[in-house]
């Protein structure tokens, strides 16, 4: 079995309008010296939910497109991992791989007028989505085809030059239940959205020739399916074959741009949680917000979960013992016994760099679990034994069948794609 290491506190660096010239550089050769990137956004809306689960995948995406042509992404979190070395412990015969990772929440705001969803904006301000620094540092774009400096202010470029990179590094790209951040991706900071499902998957396969990951389908493909993020991370804890997450030593002078996201953790222990929001425990989101009289602390879910598992355990080792027997004193000891994991720390987290982060975590596991080759993390995605089938496979809501990013013999890509990929792999051969 495998288990991963990460520390303490996770260093997302905050990226604006103000500081984007100091650290663009700096996301690039993160890019480019990666083993995979993963990605995350926010949104401004989803529209109608309903529209997006049809059981026609053109009427889906049909959808899909005219939410991302009204709505707009307002955080892109990026994530850059990059397999170090591996190395033994002679005393505890464990074998550990390191990995370097580096994450990156860039702050967008879209100069078009552009659509929100309440609910979406209630969901991120009661997790600590600061739309002060959105509107007022935001790195501006416009959606659709590229417009000219006149048109679109003059950072515009970054948020696209770094799609850009993206496509050119080849890099295998990581998502979570990611089909819609793929759609607005697209129409947000690459071209006008195709017209037709077939035509957008052919102009995917060419955008990323590294593959696209779903951590979503691999949990479902690899026997996890109803896994969330949360779950797939308690699921690694124990084992003597190891992943060692590391971070970036950042200067001090990049201090007030560094938000540290507490990932500490704890043992379990017996204390009663507060009385749990169930529709929040479940779905990561409460209808009645911050007038719901119960806990939406993430603490709070992870312990009624761990409680639940721990006594469904001690309940089986039991069977022939009579409860009335067994006094607190030697519950206690039981439950120290039969249950000493840690989980995640997550103190009301919900971003986009954050979010990036925790999906390339469970793509790094994920590949150690099912995949590991020759000691080596860095050779490990492009020669995939167990996990080359997930690529390019996304995970589809009420959906048995991925949608495969597939070129199909019927389907061509885009005229504006073709152009600007040529243009774009043009400027990596000069």
Not at 116 to 130: A, I, K, R, T, Y
Not at 257 to 268: A, E, G, K, M, R
């Amino acid at each position: 079995m495998s288990q991963i290491l990460q520390p303490c506190k996770v260093a997302v660096v905050i990226v604006d309008n103000s500081n984007v010239h100091q650290l663009f550089p700096s996301i690039l050769h993160a890019i480019q010296s990666s083993t995979f990137v993963a990605l995350d956004l926010e949104l401004s809306g989803l529209g109608n939910r309903q529209d997006l689960g049809t059981s026609s995948l053109d009427d889906r995406y049909k959808a899909l497109s005219q939410v991302a042509a009204t709505r707009a992404i307002i955080a892109l979190g990026i994530s850059c991992f990059h397999g170090l070395h591996v190395y033994n412990d002679e005393n505890t015969n464990a074998e550990y791989t390191t990995v370097m990772a580096q994450t990156f929440n860039l702050m967008t705001l879209c100069k078009e007028a552009y659509t929100v969803d309440p609910e979406s904006l209630q969901f991120l301000v009661h997790h600590g989505f600061n739309f002060n620094r959105q509107y007022s540092s935001g790195i501006p774009f416009c959606r659709g085809a590229d417009k000219t400096d006149n048109e679109n202010g003059k950072n515009n470029n970054f948020l696209r030059r770094l799609i850009s990179e993206l496509i050119k590094s080849k890099k295998p790209i990581i998502v979570h239940n990611g089909l819609a951040d793929l759609v607005f991706l697209y129409q947000n900071l690459y071209l006008e959205l195709p017209l037709k499902l077939d035509t957008f998957v052919a102009d995917l396969t060419e955008m990323f020739e590294g593959g696209i990951y779903d951590t979503k389908y691999i949990a479902r493909a690899k026997g996890d399916e109803n896994t969330t993020q949360r779950e797939s991370v308690q699921s690694c804890a124990d084992g003597n074959r190891h992943i060692v997450i590391k971070q970036c030593d950042y200067p001090k002078q990049l201090g007030a741009t560094i938000d540290l996201v507490d990932c500490s953790v704890f043992s379990f222990n017996l204390d009663e949680p507060n009385d749990v929001c169930q529709p929040f425990a479940a779905r990561g989101y409460c209808s009645s917000g911050t007038q719901c009289e119960k806990s939406h602390n993430i603490d709070d879910v992870l312990r009624l979960e761990e409680q639940m598992m721990t006594k469904k355990r001690c309940k089986k080792r039991k069977v022939e013992k009579d409860d009335s027997e067994i006094n607190d004193n030697s519950r206690n000891k039981i439950y120290n016994q039969t249950d000493q994991k840690l989980t995640l720390h997550r103190s009301g987290i919900h971003r986009a760099g954050f979010d990036a982060y925790m999906t390339g975590f469970i793509f790094a596991y994920y590949c150690l679990k099912h995949n590991y080759q020759n000691g080596e993390m860095s050779g490990l995605v492009p020669s995939m034994a167990e996990l080359k089938d997930c690529r390019n496979r996304m995970h589809l809501n009420r959906k048995m069948i991925p949608l495969q990013i597939v070129k199909s013999q019927f389907a061509k890509s885009s005229s504006s794609h073709q152009k600007k990929w040529q243009q774009i792999m043009a400027d990596e051969s000069t």
